[in-house]
């Protein structure tokens, strides 16, 4: 998701409302050291696991709490704090939106998870002074096709981000495959939320946009970034608005969105994905 704080910063002027998501306060990017990306590697080792068990563990039935309940408690078996845990303000370790919730809903007791359900969970982890951020889609139980598509769409349009990655190539770049993907299955791209550098801090420079921009700046990628990729689509419009809890962010239509995100390094040739579940 883009940066909690930007959410703040820009809640009430976002892209639906006409207006270019920024980072406020500019600290330019970090280029990692070996040592630093063996840290991130740990922390981004526990979010993969945690979001591989659970994807074996959410069943019809559940809440969104209990989901949140359980991610704290592997986080912190393992170790490490969970990153959105107070973060602005935040009170989940993990943020689980529900079908057409786009980003940030808050776990909650009576929000029952059904077969049927497109489930987004987010979840970061801090350990050693570093973090780590990935999210996943998850089909509950027998979900319509269409739903599928959406999150498979969803997910080949990450793949193709992260597929344009390596040094010298740009955001644009990742941008545009990211879109091309996208819009060519008749879904849209959200714009209200990027991607984003990753390290010390949850949310660092730079925004990694998902569609074609000249409003944000176009980084050249540098060997040692730390970035993450989280595209975010819709079934319908681009167009999302905050519910009144501050946080739910919801399509403005009703539709279905889906999203994805791996925190990753730069490479001279390419990618290595620190939150990779396969491992
Ligand atoms: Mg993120
Ligand atoms: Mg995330």
Redesign the pocket.
């Given at each position: 998701?883009?940066h909690f704080v930007e959410l703040l910063l820009n809640k009430n002027n976002s892209k639906s409302n006409g207006q270019v998501p920024f980072i406020e306060r500019r600290k330019g990017i970090e280029i990692k050291s070996s040592r630093e990306i063996k840290l991130m590697k740990k922390s981004s080792r526990i979010v993969a696991t945690v979001l591989r068990e659970i994807i074996d563990f959410v069943k019809p039935g559940m809440s969104t709490l209990e989901l949140d309940e359980f991610a704290e408690q592997r986080i912190t078996d393992m170790g490490a704090k969970p990153s959105f845990k107070g973060y602005h303000g935040f009170p989940g370790s993990i943020c689980s939106s529900i079908n057409n919730e786009v980003v940030h809903g808050i776990p909650n007791k009576k929000k029952i998870i059904r077969s049927g359900d497109l489930v987004k969970i987010?979840t970061?982890a801090y350990l050693n002074g570093y973090h780590g951020?990935?999210?996943v889609t998850i089909c509950i139980g027998k979900v319509d096709e269409s739903v599928q598509l959406l999150s498979d769409v969803a997910h080949q349009a990450l793949t193709a981000g992260l597929n344009k990655i390596k040094a010298g190539n740009s955001l644009l770049d990742i941008a545009g495959a990211i879109e091309d993907v996208v819009l060519s299955n008749g879904f849209s791209v959200v714009e209200d939320y990027t991607?984003?550098g990753?390290g010390r801090n949850?949310?660092e420079e730079p925004s990694v946009f998902n569609f074609r921009t000249k409003d944000l700046p176009n980084i050249t990628l540098r060997e040692g970034m730390t970035l993450?990729v989280?595209p975010i689509i819709n079934q319908g419009s681009k167009f999302c608005k905050t519910l009144n809890d501050r946080w739910t962010v919801v399509t403005k239509d009703g539709k279905l969105s889906s999203q994805w995100?791996h925190?990753v390094v730069v490479l001279s040739d390419g990618i290595e994905i620190l939150t990779d579940r396969n491992f």
């Open positions: 998701m883009k987010d970061g951020d990935s999210c991607g984003h990753v949850l949310h993450a989280e995100e925190t």
